[in-house]
């Protein structure tokens, strides 16, 4: 089967766009992972579709898929690419669209220095919701926010790390480092990402504190390990960090593919707004296998 694809990347977050505007691909899990595939398909992170409204006063429907095939709840920087997609694909004309995702709706916005802010909803920090087994744990209190240890016995014994954890859509742990260079994202971030205190799995935050307006971050995500940037990640990173007492209420996060913007108030009933760059990168055509495993 020979499809379409647009190759874009959001400060180096980089994502297969695929238009079902028209008609559903039908792909499976194993047809996603080989789009995803750095060797024998066009390589990403996230795969991304953009279908038809699936209802009134929604413009568009957002489904991403991570690099291991499945279907996750939500992509901050994908949602950039997203809006950028279609505004450059005339699919919209506006410059803010309301989109569907598995976890509510959110509502992208082209901003006139080329740039997308995104409303990403509003931060969760209830564990229950994350979700977050907090059995048997006490957490450490700082601000107006909590920090759960969670061992992890395989990297080395009796060892435990401390974590804001929240949902921004998806699961998130952010635990403080002194410095995100030499942090041990390959050791540990996959061990919390799987780890039996989270039942969907999670994203692992590795969170620099420069000052109260700048931070530096490295995630571990799920389902797709390491990225140059996280969306969500940041988002959930900045909003974690204003609960703690650290930093202001709009914060820019150097990332290893670049620079976002969250601005949050830190009131819990108001949303988190995430501006950075999405850019395309090349448009092309590939042949999937029909039959992969």
Known sequence: MKIRFTKMQGAGNDFVVLDETQGRLGLSAAQYRFLADRHFGVGADQILTVRPSPGEGIDFEYVIHNADGGEVEQCGNGARCFARFVHDRGLSGKDTIR???????????????????????????DP???????????????????????????????????????????PHAVQLVDNVDTAPVAQT???????????????????????????????FERGA????????????????????????????????????????????????????????????????????V
């Open 128 to 170: 229950a919701k994350v979700p977050f087994d907090t059995t048997g744990l006490t957490p450490v209190q700082q601000g107006s926010g909590q920090k759960w240890p969670v061992a992890l016995e395989e990297y080395a014994s009796g060892a435990s790390v401390l974590v804001a954890v929240s949902s921004m859509g998806n």
């Open 225 to 292: 390990g390491e990225t140059l940037a996280c969306g969500t990640g940041a988002c959930a990173a900045v909003a974690s960090g204003i609960r703690l007492g650290l930093l202001d209420p709009e914060v820019q996060v150097d990332t290893r593919g670049g620079r976002l913007t969250i601005a949050w108030s830190g009131q819990e009933a108001d949303s988190v707004f995430m501006t950075g760059p999405a850019t395309t990168v090349f448009e092309g055509q590939i042949d999937i296998p029909d039959t992969l």
């Open 189 to 219: 971030g996959p061990l919390i990402e799987r780890h039996a205190r989270f039942p969907q799995r999670v994203n692992a935050g590795y969170l620099q504190i420069v000052d109260r307006s700048h931070v530096r971050l490295r995630v």
């Open 99 to 125: 989109v569907q995702t598995k976890s509510g709706v959110i509502a992208p916005r082209l901003t006139g220095d080329g740039r997308v802010t995104v409303d990403m909803g509003r931060p969760e920090f």
